[in-house]
């Protein structure tokens, strides 16, 4: 019998005796990471064990291609990058007066492998992984791959019931990037002091406009976890493009994403912005349930149900935008 048929074998005695399945598959966190088994564990609370399991089925195999490819693309880079140092140095060695070329080829054949080593710390990827975002083509594609990660990761612990901070955390602890994990988790202390993720975002350099104008209307209209799957797949087809200089064929425009009830959502708003330029809104359970020309008329406008319960507030601008102002909770 394998590692993994002892593993298996294990889990089952632990089941005999009583435990639950996602509790017996912790103590393997090498093998079960945080992602794995907090699936499972919502559907088992759920009873939905089922469809969990397909869920995480689906996400594995998504996660699993997503990393190849990335893997491919780095690889790709990092050969590229030492061929051409070394190729330099060459030409340095050979051509230049050996006075200065010889130190000059060393200090190229020694930048390669400082990388490498710098890599081995947690600073050291930081630094690496930011600076690989700012790279042409390979920091488009990487940046890509990350937001797909993201976006599918996050929007399926979502869409099992798993609460928005823990989602964030078990979203940065899978994310091997070191740029987006910091993200990620400056994204989790933004929501504990009572910030939305919305609000978060469009300060973040990281997230394009058109993913942060997304979140705000999945927000809003209580889908964020749909919306972050159909964020997935746009990102997903981005990363996979050969040509990075425009969005592809089946992408017109941000609403090409949204489905027909978003967009009739966002054309209402739209009109909204238009006839009353200015005023307060309140939104609660994806509905408008206030609209106040200042925050004393729209607390006192607000019906009873929800005096108790978070609001995202947003101020009308004077023309028509899809949730580009900051969005705030009421306190």
């Known amino acids: 019998m394998g590692y993994f048929g002892k593993i298996l074998t294990a889990v089952r005695a632990s089941l005999e005796q009583g435990n639950s399945l996602s509790g017996a598959l912790r103590v393997y966190d090498s093998v079960f990471d945080d992602m794995y088994c907090k699936l499972i564990e919502m559907g088992e609370i759920s009873g939905t064990l089922d469809i969990a399991l397909e869920r995480l089925a689906t996400y594995l195999e998504k996660i699993a291609q997503l990393k190849k490819a990335e893997r491919l693309v780095s690889v790709y880079f990092a050969v590229a990058i030492v061929f051409s140092t070394i190729g330099l140095a060459f030409f340095t060695w050979n051509v230049l007066p050996l006075t200065w070329g010889a130190p000059l080829a060393a200090v190229l054949l020694a930048i390669p492998l400082t990388f490498y080593a710098s890599s081995k710390s947690s600073k050291g990827k930081f630094f690496l992984d930011s600076l690989l975002f700012a790279i042409p083509w390979v920091g488009t594609k990487l940046r890509n791959a990350a937001l797909a990660h993201f976006t599918f990761t996050f929007g399926t612990l979502l869409k099992t019931g798993v609460p928005d901070m823990e989602s964030l955390d078990i979203t940065a602890s899978t994310t091997k990037n070191a740029a987006m994990k910091k993200e990620l988790q400056e994204a989790r202390k933004a929501l504990e002091q009572g910030t939305h993720l919305y609000e978060f975002t469009t300060k973040s350099t990281l997230f394009p406009p058109i993913l942060t104008q997304m979140i705000g209307v999945g927000e809003i209209s209580g ?33 090409a994403l949204v489905d027909p009830n978003y967009r009739a959502f966002l054309q209402e708003e739209n009109a909204l912005e238009s006839s009353h330029p200015g005023h307060l809104v309140a939104y609660a359970d994806g509905a408008r349930v206030a609209l106040a020309p200042n925050a004393d008329e729209l607390r006192a406008s607000i019906p009873k149900q929800y005096e108790h319960r978070a609001l995202f507030i947003k101020q009308i601008s004077e023309r028509p935008v899809k949730f580009r102002r900051p969005v705030r909770v009421l306190e």
Do not use: A, C, H
């Open 223 to 255: 889908t964020l976890d749909s919306v972050l799957d159909k964020m997935s797949d746009y990102y997903e087809r981005l990363f996979n493009m050969r040509s990075l200089e425009s969005n592809p064929p089946w992408v017109e425009s941000q609403e």
